[in-house]
């Protein structure tokens, strides 16, 4: 098993940035993938980035270029800097993992039904 917990969410005006971070503990795996996902009221859960057990990062296209995901290993903690925010990035976000690569297609944020498991989340909130 593997748990997760989000913090850093808050509420911040349009053009701000926040700093999410997750703290995994449990099992350990060699290849895995780590990511965020969220999820806005009445919408279906989307991926936001992943990074996997080599360092390549994926991206949603609408996050591109404002969003980093990292991990420190060290700390078991991945991380989501999230810069120039919009009001349509408001959401839930979620931590997720799984014990296996994040997919062979190049480029592409894996599902959320891919996912093995998830934090709790923790609400992002963007006013204009």
């Known amino acids: 098993q593997v748990q997760l917990v989000e913090s850093g969410g808050g509420s911040v005006q349009a053009g701000g940035s926040l700093t999410l971070s997750c703290a995994a503990s449990?099992?350990?795996?060699?290849?895995?993938?780590l990511g965020w996902y969220r999820q806005a009221l009445g919408k279906e859960r989307e991926g936001v980035a992943v990074?996997?057990?080599?360092?390549?990062?994926r991206y949603v296209d609408s996050v591109k270029g404002r969003f980093t995901i990292s991990e420190d290993s060290a700390k078991n903690t991945l991380y989501l800097q999230m810069n120039s925010l919009k009001t349509e990035d408001t959401a839930m976000y979620y931590c997720?993992?799984?014990?296996?690569?994040?997919?062979?297609?190049?480029?592409?944020?894996?599902?959320?039904?891919?996912?093995?498991?998830w934090g709790k989340g923790t609400q992002v909130t963007i006013s204009s």
């Open positions: 990074i996997d057990n080599d360092g390549i990062t």
């Open positions: 997720a993992a799984k014990g296996r690569p994040c997919g062979v297609v190049p480029g592409k944020v894996p599902l959320y039904h891919g996912m093995d498991y």
């Open positions: 449990g099992n350990t795996f060699s290849k895995y993938c």
